[in-house]
């Protein structure tokens, strides 16, 4: 309210103005208290936080921890990762995610606002300036996992929206008034015809850069949704032997999925061990979630994408719209068919991405020498420079040439900072070349960085002992 005022050029006043914003900040305090259930009562002893105790301490934990977990997170568009913020995202998310008709609405609503912004009514004008916001704010956010994080965006949309329909019903022309009742009627058209798989919705536009699957990841498609549809699938079509790899926490067993699970993400449930890459063929039926499809987090944990082999096949099914069912008859493992796909790319002039991917690839297959070579190859400036030096680093680790390994570890170590397996390789190359002071710092600093982290504890020990042999040597 205050913000209408001054934009209708009222004058507030002062007193009352720092009244309801003091009045509108201890509501927002109390919200968040309220929010976490007087923590007091079942977090036991608190650490002490910011503002002398006025905010929950659990909430500054939550911002610690989304600080450090959504960090250098990988996002997915247009059939490419990264790691780097890509330009634009939201907005084109949007473009992809938003009904159609929703988005001429949306367009036509902006060009009625601005076509005479002299007269422009001050609520207008305050959409507009929010709109504008939401824009350049959502420029500078590093996150780019779902269309989610944007409702702030549409919010507003909706607001412009309404005023612009509300004034197409006062046209006497009836072309405007029928417009926008036509709009809005293809739109909640569009709503029904995507009911219940609302989360894998895109409009028509997806499937001009190759559909859904090759737009956008995470939760913008697959956000573990599918499971309940593939079960539905797999009753209709029988009992064959299913290979899962599920991108969620929800247990497949829980509705009566049955067979072998492949690796994925964010399994909490009791399963076998997964299945090998390296040695199970591509035969038989496969269920793949879309985001473990895309390869979006296996980038980031093994440099590559396991299942890059089945992205040039065509699925029978895709239950959901976020599981792809393929059925194989291949003798190929499921890792050399992503190394072939790698291999295939940079033999057509692939980017530094894929040649790092095959590199990974043919390091995961224990090829670490052919993926030493590939590694050299990688530009200075590619951004995943520090990732590079480290998997070099292990491979030379692995073949035995210290030197080289304990040059490109301290390298990547000085990149990043904060990986305690950087650290951890970085001590086995140096206690191999008998520099075991250096070895035990790095080995410290790998059990400091995770306490417990494989036995970095016992080697820092290994390091002082052997300090101290040739102490007493000399």
């Not at 938003?98 to 422009?120: C, E, G, I």
């Not at 030493?372 to 035995?400: I, K, S, V």
């Amino acid at each position: 309210m205050v913000l209408e005022r001054f934009v209708r050029g009222q004058k507030a006043n002062a007193a009352g103005t720092a009244l309801a914003l003091a009045a509108s900040g201890a509501g927002a305090i109390a919200l968040l208290w309220l929010a976490y259930l007087a923590p007091w009562l079942w977090a036991g002893r608190q650490a002490p936080s910011p503002l002398g105790g006025w905010l929950p301490a659990p909430y500054w934990r939550g911002l610690d921890f989304a600080r450090e977990h959504l960090a250098n997170r990988p996002s997915y568009l247009f059939g490419e990762t990264r790691f780097s913020p890509w330009p634009l995202y939201y907005p084109i998310a949007f473009a992809l995610k938003a009904t159609l008709p929703f988005l001429a609405l949306f367009a036509a609503s902006l060009l009625a606002a601005l076509r005479s912004p002299r007269r422009l009514p001050a609520e207008t004008a305050a959409v507009l300036a929010a709109l504008a916001y939401c824009l350049a704010a959502y420029e500078m956010v590093d996150l780019q996992i779902g269309i989610r994080h944007f409702l702030p965006f549409w919010l507003f949309a909706f607001l412009l929206c309404g005023m612009a329909a509300g004034a197409a019903a006062k046209e006497r022309r009836r072309f405007w008034r029928k417009s926008a009742a036509g709009l809005l009627a293809l739109h909640a058209a569009a709503a029904v015809w995507a009911f219940p798989n609302y989360i894998p919705y895109f409009n028509a536009a997806a499937w001009a850069f190759g559909g859904p699957v090759r737009c956008l990841g995470d939760s913008n498609l697959d956000w573990g949704q599918g499971l309940p549809a593939l079960a539905r699938w797999r009753r209709a079509v029988g009992s064959e032997p299913l290979a899962l790899s599920y991108f969620g926490t929800d247990d497949p067993g829980r509705h009566g999925l049955e067979g072998r699970m492949l690796p994925g993400f964010w399994y909490n449930f009791a399963h076998e061990p997964p299945l090998s890459l390296r040695e199970t063929p591509m035969r038989g039926l496969f269920a793949i979630g879309a985001s473990n499809l895309q390869g979006l987090y296996f980038e980031s944990e093994l440099g590559f994408n396991p299942y890059a082999g089945f992205l040039k096949q065509k699925p029978i099914a895709t239950p959901g719209g976020c599981v792809f069912v393929y059925r194989m008859d291949s003798n190929e493992t499921i890792l050399s068919a992503a190394i072939g796909q790698y291999r295939a790319e940079v033999e057509r002039g692939g980017t530094p991405a894929a040649l790092f991917g095959l590199a990974c690839a043919l390091m995961e297959n224990g090829e670490h020498a052919r993926a030493a070579a590939l590694f050299e190859q990688l530009p200075a400036e590619f951004e995943r420079g520090a990732e590079a030096d480290a998997r070099m680093g292990a491979c030379a680790l692995f073949l035995g040439e210290f030197d080289t390994a304990a040059r490109r570890l301290a390298a990547a170590a000085r990149r990043r900072p904060g990986d305690p397996k950087i650290r951890y390789n970085l001590g086995g190359a140096l206690y191999e070349l008998g520099r075991f002071g250096e070895a035990r710092q790095a080995y410290s600093d790998a059990e400091r960085l995770s306490p417990g982290y494989l036995d970095a504890r016992e080697m820092a020990d290994r390091c002082e002992a052997r300090i101290a042999a040739e102490r007493s040597g000399r």
